[in-house]
């Protein structure tokens, strides 16, 4: 087959796993975690990290390629439904909307916009796939501990509720 072909087939791929890992992640979410949502989303971006270092290792190996490219599908969209559903969560019921509407604004202007479209580009052209590489790391470990600050305040609100 073509580069082109098994290009075509490692994207399906990824596309593909990505039906079945928001649905994991929000499963889990509310029944293992009983509603929690950073706990899971840090799991998942932990996982997201790995894949995306066997890539980076394994970058010459279409067969571990593909695989990472997988498993990088079946876990990021998971993290990226919670957003919104633990924005959902947190807000009070009257800035429900305004809460969806701000987390959907910045993870596509910010997220999709400025950083996967622009950004990663930029640095991939200018100074190389390791560079790339590196920064989608970064970003990995950056959601972790984003997502481990508003952990605090998930448990606070979950404690306050078995109160009430």
């Known amino acids: 087959a073509s580069a082109l072909t098994r290009a075509g087939w490692a994207y ?33 971006m ?40 633990q924005a959902l969560d947190l807000a009070p019921k009257n800035a429900a909307g305004t809460a969806a509407g701000l987390t959907g ?10 950083l996967a479209n622009w950004l990663i580009g930029l640095i991939a052209q200018k100074v190389g796939w390791g560079a790339t590489f590196t920064l989608l790391l970064a970003a990995c470990f950056l959601a972790i501990l984003f997502m481990g600050l508003t952990y605090r305040e998930e448990q606070y609100l979950v404690k306050k509720e078995k109160k009430d």
Do not use: Q
């Not at 279409?62 to 998971?78: E, M, Q, R, S």
């Open 12 to 44: 399906f791929a990824y596309e593909f796993a990505a039906i079945p890992g928001p649905l994991l992640c929000g499963w889990l979410s509310d029944k293992l975690f009983k509603g929690r949502r950073a706990l899971p989303t840090m799991i998942f």
């Open 105 to 114: 604004f910045f993870g596509y202007f910010f997220g999709t916009f400025i």
């Open 46 to 85: 932990a996982l997201v990290a790995v894949f995306i270092g066997l890539y980076w290792a394994f970058i010459d190996n279409l067969t571990v390629v593909i695989i990472a490219l997988i498993g990088i599908g079946f876990f990021i969209y998971g993290p990226v439904m919670l957003i919104g559903v």
